[in-house]
C-alpha cells in the first residue's frame, strides 16, 4: 500500500496512509478524546467497510504499532463528498495533521472527479474553522444547538468548497 508522504509531516514523523478495518478502534480512541459524543469501534468499522466511505490516518513513520496521530473520514456518493468526521490526538495538535490529512481528502476527491465537498464544524471550533477557510471552504448553512458543549448548546456550521474538474 502506498502512503502520502508529506513534507510537512517529515519533522514530525508522520506519514498519511488509507484507512483500514483494523484502525477502528484507534480512530474510536482519538475520536473519544476530542469529541463529547465519541463513535464506537463497532460505528467507525462499519463506516470503513462502506464502499462509498474512504478515508486517511496519520500513522507514526517506522511504527504501526504506535498510537496514530489523527485521522479522516468522508463519504463520497456519486460527485458530492462530505467529511464525516475528523480528529487529531491532542498531543498531535498543532503539528499540521489536520492540514495534511485534508490534502490526502482533497486529492482523493480530484482524482474521484468530485465537483463538492460539504462538512460541519462547531462555531466555536476555531482552530478548525481557520484550516477549514484555508482551504477555501464557504459556510453556506447553519444548525443552532446543534453542538452540546459544556456551556450549552452551540450551532454547527454547514461549509462547502467547490471542487474543480480538471480535464
Request: net charge positive; aromatic share 8%.
Amino acid at each position: 500500500m502506498i502512503g502520502f508522504p508529506f513534507d510537512t509531516m517529515r519533522s514530525q514523523s508522520f506519514v498519511i496512509e488509507p484507512v483500514l478495518p483494523e484502525d477502528a478502534p484507534h480512530l474510536a480512541k482519538i475520536h473519544e478524546k476530542t469529541f463529547r459524543q465519541p463513535w464506537s469501534d463497532e460505528e467507525f468499522h462499519a463506516l470503513i467497510v462502506n464502499d462509498k466511505v474512504f478515508g486517511f490516518i496519520a500513522r507514526e513513520e517506522g511504527n504501526r504499532k504506535a498510537q496514530p496521530g489523527g485521522f479522516v473520514l468522508a463519504r463520497l456518493v456519486l460527485d458530492e463528498a462530505e467529511i464525516l468526521t475528523i480528529a487529531v490526538a491532542p498531543q498531535s495538535q498543532r503539528k499540521g495533521l489536520g492540514h495534511a490529512l485534508m490534502d490526502a481528502a482533497l486529492r482523493y476527491l480530484h482524482n474521484a472527479r468530485a465537483t463538492m465537498l460539504f462538512l460541519e464544524v462547531d462555531e466555536l471550533n476555531v482552530p478548525a474553522l481557520a484550516l477549514y477557510r484555508r482551504l477555501g471552504f464557504k459556510q453556506v448553512g447553519k444548525r443552532p444547538g446543534y453542538y452540546e458543549t459544556a456551556a450549552g448548546r452551540s450551532a454547527a456550521l454547514t461549509m462547502r468548497r467547490d471542487l474543480k474538474k480538471s480535464r
